[in-house]
């Protein structure tokens, strides 16, 4: 065997032997050589060099069988620190995240919906500083540096392509972060890594196939395929939300006609609760329709409808074993949930496909976008390493 391929193999058995522990710590050696069928000697190298290098702890002995020993071995969880951002049209949101996709602390910093890609980086960098400094964080178990945010990401040279809702096209973010930052930088769509922060820490954990909707500001979803992404070849699988459901429906701000989202998203609502009367807030809106206005009522329950569409949609294209609804509006008023799922998906979910799936409501809410960015970025950081 070349020394290159024994080079990848050990590195490829490294990173085994540190996903088992981090997954299943407190673990001993042995269990270890068990599962990856590594000799012992090859597992006690490879615990040696990850304690060395900060990783992991080891317990104290416990009895394993007749009265042997074995020492139980543990993740340092800060050993592993990244940086998980959201960007949104009028917030941006940054985490501290460790091993365990555990957020450390986090701010939320206003943003202008016109804010420039520039200006958004360098507050991207001063956020970085300011949570490190007054969390005291340690800078050198950083590894990188995650952002999330809606529209079409090159994931693989960290390259907005194009995003609607921030106004952004072709936007060389990943190069530009690192040169403010000096940290390694993974740029993906929020949807892709909320949906890998729910199938590792939240509603999904356990699941094969996780189908995510997010309806908030824009309507997508992501598809997690046996842990792995599914992003077809630009990175753009999911955009549900500019599917056509009606050409000679509302224009959406995409520049066409009758898209999904016009019915459902955030500022679609406003702009038609406003031909009635001045609505400033989604939150107004949900008000007047508990307050039993008629108009207010057809609004928010057609955009429930199609919010089932599109739940049965993606049933029958990708046939998931887990669905799970998300995003601002599912986070702001959790009563969609309920209503989906008790008024809306019997009537519009394909017949053969009712019941094949779980239905749940996203477990990390706000926290989601950050925290998956900081997974990914962690992930790329083990991939490189």
Not at 65 to 91: C, M, Q, W, Y
Not at 126 to 147: H, M, P, W
Not at 192 to 213: D, F, P, Q, Y
Request: proline share 3%.
């Amino acid at each position: 065997m070349k020394k290159h391929d024994q080079d990848f193999m050990k590195k490829q058995n490294k990173r085994t032997v540190f996903e088992i522990i981090k997954d299943q710590h407190p673990i001993s050696r042995a269990s270890i050589a068990k599962q990856t069928g590594m000799s012992p000697t090859t597992v006690s190298r490879i615990v040696g060099e990850l304690t060395e290098e900060g990783y992991l702890l080891h317990s104290d002995q416990v009895s394993e069988g007749l009265g042997r020993k074995s020492t139980l071995l543990g993740i340092v969880n800060a050993s592993v620190l990244s940086v998980g951002v959201e960007l949104d049209r009028s917030v941006m949101s940054v985490g501290i995240v460790d091993l365990q996709g555990k957020l450390l602390c986090s701010g939320s910093y206003s943003r202008l919906p016109d804010e420039s890609p520039e200006r958004t980086i360098i507050r991207i960098s001063e956020a970085v500083e300011e949570l490190t400094r007054q969390y005291a964080i340690d800078n050198s178990r950083i590894v990188g540096i995650g952002v999330g945010l809606p529209g079409i990401v090159n994931n693989e040279e960290g390259v907005v392509v194009f995003s609607v809702q921030l106004g952004w096209k072709n936007v060389q973010l990943a190069e530009k972060l690192k040169e403010l930052t000096g940290y390694e930088i993974t740029v993906d769509n929020e949807l892709k890594v909320r949906a890998l922060a729910e199938h590792l820490k939240g509603a999904a954990v356990g699941a094969s196939r996780t189908a995510l909707l997010g309806f908030g500001h824009g309507v997508g979803s992501a598809v997690i395929l046996e842990g792995e992404i599914y992003r077809g070849v630009m990175n753009s699988a999911g955009e549900i939300g500019h599917t056509t459901v009606d050409p000679s429906g509302m224009m959406c701000e995409c520049g066409k006609a009758g898209c999904l989202q016009t019915y459902i998203n955030i500022s679609s609502l406003l702009s038609e609760a406003n031909r009635i009367r001045p609505v400033a807030t989604i939150e107004e809106l949900f008000e007047a329709r508990k307050a039993g206005e008629h108009w207010a009522v057809h609004l928010i329950d057609r955009a429930l409808m199609y919010m089932a569409i599109t739940v049965n949609n993606i049933v029958c294209m990708y046939n998931p074993d887990s669905v799970i609804l998300s995003g601002e509006l599912v986070d702001k008023f959790p009563e969609i949930y309920e209503e989906v799922e008790r008024l809306y998906l019997s009537r519009y979910i394909w017949a053969p496909l009712s019941g094949s799936y779980a239905f749940h409501r996203s477990k990390l809410n706000e926290r989601g976008v950050m925290i998956g960015s900081g997974l990914l970025s962690q992930n790329r950081f083990f991939a490189l390493d």
